[in-house]
């Protein structure tokens, strides 16, 4: 069992950043690829970037690539997400997530947080 809570949203301007942070809680954290998703109103959630068990590997959608960036600390259970030159278009409630694989599929996510709303205006 791992318990997720996300923190670190809020309102920012366009061309702003934000660090996103997902404390874990459970056991074998180290064990699990993790991951950001995430789901603007009116939209279905979607992948955001994935992790690797050690943080060797990495994967973003195109829609953040270059301007994400996701990172984790083992020792504190912790995965974080980087955010720069945000724009509008990534306004959403943003979701961690814990599975076995190295996926960005959302079905292959087994444990899921709360998530934290990420704002930002033009």
């Known amino acids: 069992q791992v318990q997720l809570v996300e923190s670190g949203g809020g309102l920012v301007q366009a061309g702003g950043s934000l660090r996103l942070s997902c404390a874990a809680s459970?056991?074998?954290?180290?064990?699990?690829?993790m991951g950001w998703f995430r789901q603007a109103p009116g939209r279905v959630r979607e992948s955001v970037a994935a992790?690797?068990?050690?943080?060797?590997?990495?994967m973003y959608s195109d829609s953040v690539k270059g301007r994400f960036i996701i990172s984790r600390d083992n020792g504190k259970k912790t995965i974080y997400l980087q955010m720069n030159s945000l724009k509008p278009e990534d306004t959403a409630v943003y979701y961690c997530?814990?599975?076995?694989?190295?996926?960005?599929?959302?079905?292959?996510?087994?444990?899921w947080g709360q998530g934290t709303q990420v704002t930002v205006s033009s």
């Open positions: 992790i690797s068990w050690n943080g060797g590997s990495t």
């Open positions: 459970g056991r074998a954290f180290s064990s699990y690829v």
């Open positions: 997530a814990a599975g076995p694989r190295m996926t960005m599929a959302e079905y292959s996510y087994g444990y």
